[in-house]
Each structure stands twice: as structure tokens, then as C-alpha cells.
């Protein structure tokens, strides 16, 4: 019975956190360039289990009465960062990756040591700010491969590649980063993407859509039907606890009653 509490528990430990994960899914199906998130299960390893309190007779000395495993719980977010789709806005700052999904627009921001550092976004609903800098809705600066993106013409075209045109000229290129394996991203917070040091880039085989934007590749029929499977063995792990709590009751106050 010991064991089912802890099962139990553990479980509903572990579906709260799904669920946490899939009303975030939900919450951004209108994001920009947003990915899904999935719950990864890993196993807890085999916990020895012994008496407590208790005599030790001659043939158990150690009072060890076996092992115990105290069900799953979550071993890592993963996100999914298949392509989402695109859609028209035929504004000239609204700009769209369409690739594999491994690619990324480059910004600037500073890190906790005040350093400014490479950060990365599919998000590319741009505008332009009092320094004609191309920058992100949270005022991040885009980069381009030989800096900040300066805008002066607000007639500019950029081609498929990412170079950029203004008044017939060649000014520069935006700085796209495609990496090699998407497990070594992981999410800052205001759609951004950081990577570990030491990931592999590659050169960038996709294209650049101006005048488009990427939604979310969040599916929401698909989180809703997830939603209403982990309420359910959430309820299921609830009800556990309940009758597990309530046989261990009895066990206590009325098994080896006399009388």
C-alpha cells in the first residue's frame, strides 16, 4: 500500500507538469514562429527499501525487505521544431524561414554579464526603431552578417538568400543560423532561442520569405485531446491515492481487532 502511494503520487506529480506543458502549447498557438513542447517519462531507478524501527532477526540481519520503484516522472522537455505555416501580411518587414526548421534569425541581446551575445528567433515580425535599426517586437537589434541591420529605405527588399536591397543596392545580408542537431536549443523566454557552446552550424539551405510570417507548428486539436487524456489519468492517480489512503486506514484501525 506504501508503494501505491508513491506510485500514485508520483504520477500525478508527473501529468501536472504535462499539463503545465500543454496549456503553454496552447496559450501560444497564436505565437509567431512558436514551438510545441512534449513531456519525455524517465523511469527512477530501483529504491532499496527497509524496516525502520524494527527488530532484525538472525536470517536478516540488515532488516532490508526488498527493492521499490516510485513510477516516472518527467526527464526533459523536448520541442519539436518542424516548420509551421506560413501566412501572407505583404508587410515588407514581416519576414519567414521556410526550411527544415533548424534555422534561425540572429539577434543581439545582453547576457547576465552585460555582454551582448547571439540569441535566435523564428519569429520574424520586424520593425524599425528610432535608429533605423531592424529590430524584434521586444526591441531586440537583428543581426546581419556583418552587424547590426541598418534600414534606411523603407522600400527594401529582401531576396530568398537574406541580402538586402535598398534604393538598388546591395546592403548587406541578414544572419541566418542553421544548426545540426535542434537538441542543443533550448528556450530564453520571449520566443527566443539560446544554444549550447559548442554547436554545430551549418550553411543555411533554406529561404527567406518577406512579406510572410511562420505561426506555431502547435496543433490544437491534437493539445486538446492530450489535455482531456492526462486530466483523466491525473483523476485515475487521484482515485488511487484515495482508496490506497483508505485501506491503509482500515489496516490500521481494525486488522488484529479482538473482539
Known sequence: MIRGLYTSGWSMKFNNKRMDVIANNLAN???????????VAESFPEMLTKR???????SNPSGRIGTMELSSDVGEVYTYYNQGSLMVTDNNLDFSIYDNGNSFFTVAIVNEDGDIVEAYTRDGAFTINSDNLLVTKDGYPVM??????????????????????Q????????????????????????NLI???????????????????????????????VDMITVMRAYEASQKMVQIQDETLGKAVNEVGRVG
Open 144 to 165: 546581419g552578417e556583418e552587424g547590426f541591420v541598418t534600414i534606411y529605405d523603407k522600400g527594401f527588399i529582401v531576396e530568398e538568400d537574406g541580402t538586402i536591397i
Open 167 to 190: 534604393n538598388g543596392e546591395v546592403t548587406g545580408r541578414l544572419l541566418i543560423r542553421s544548426f545540426v542537431d535542434t537538441t542543443t536549443l533550448r528556450k530564453v523566454g520571449n
Open 29 to 39: 498557438v497564436n505565437t509567431n514562429g512558436f514551438k510545441r513542447d512534449i513531456t
Open 52 to 58: 525502520l524501527n524494527d527488530s532484525r532477526s538472525i
Open 194 to 224: 539560446m544554444v549550447a557552446e559548442g554547436s554545430e552550424i551549418q550553411p543555411f539551405n533554406g529561404t527567406i520569405k518577406q512579406g510572410f510570417l511562420e505561426q506555431s507548428n502547435v496543433n490544437v486539436i491534437k493539445e486538446m
